[in-house]
Nanobody, 127 residues
Framework: QVQLVESGGGLVQAGGSLRLSCAAS????????MVWFRQAPGKERDFVAG????????YYADSVKGRFTVSRDNAKNTVYLQMTSLKSEDTALYYC????????????????????WGQGTQVTVSS
């Protein structure tokens, strides 16, 4: 059974940094997408960052390019999201997601492409 557990969220002032972690279990994920989405209250779940496999190029939402960095540790089955220069508009519940098949292109950015989700970790940025 695939399980994803996020951690690292919290309250931070604007301009600050946080690092989110997502530990995966129940499989080997190096060949599959591991990505981050976020959802603010009353809004849709939006793609933030991720890659189609561990050696693939990372993709980023325009709103986080240059501020967020996604990385993976295959030995730990963990994906990280390093967030810097945080803004109030980054406030959201952050989820990691995966699916046990290869997807690429626009499908990476669609929530319905993914079968497995973590419970989410809250990031709140105060201005």
């Amino acid at each position: 059974q695939v399980q994803l557990v996020e951690s690292g969220g919290g309250l931070v002032q604007a301009g600050g940094s946080l690092r989110l972690s997502c530990a995966a279990s129940g499989g080997t994920f190096s060949s599959y997408p591991m990505v981050w989405f976020r959802q603010a209250p009353g809004k849709e779940r939006d793609f933030v960052a991720g890659s189609s496999w561990s050696g693939g190029l990372p993709y980023y939402a325009d709103s986080v390019k240059g501020r967020f960095t996604v990385s993976r540790d295959n030995a730990k089955n963990t994906v990280y999201l390093q967030m810097t220069s945080l803004k109030s508009e980054d406030t959201a519940l952050y989820y990691c997601a995966t699916v046990l098949k290869f997807i690429q292109g626009g499908f990476l950015f669609i929530p319905t492409s993914y079968d497995y989700w973590g419970q989410g970790t809250q990031v709140t940025v105060s201005s």
